[in-house]
């Protein structure tokens, strides 16, 4: 036998490891603003999975938007705009940056 049950176990452990640490790198980095979205756990730290509920946008799709108080937080060419905010326990309303 090339493996004893001590190197065997080792073996496993290592290997659950780097599965989970890869698993875990892929998950991370999240999607990033305007990319589409079904729920806020979908987007990059600080960001919401948000859908126009005003009809300011010209297409009506869910996407991954930056909260806002007021125009000046978003980049130029966006505006703040109220939005639903598509969480996993449902959706509220909140401000977000959206194209003009």
Do not use: H, Y
């Amino acid at each position: 036998m090339p493996f004893g049950p001590f190197r065997q176990r080792r073996f496993t452990l290592v290997a659950l490891a780097v599965v989970s640490l890869a698993s875990g790198a892929l998950w991370a980095g999240g999607k990033k603003e305007g990319e589409r979205c079904a729920l806020t756990k979908d987007c990059a730290d600080g960001l919401i999975c948000a859908e126009s509920i005003r009809g300011e946008t010209p297409k009506r799709r869910q996407q991954c938007a930056k909260p806002c108080a007021n125009d000046t937080e978003c980049r130029t060419g966006e505006g703040c705009r109220l939005a639903r905010d598509l969480t996993a326990l449902g959706d509220t309303q909140r401000s977000v940056c959206f194209l003009k």
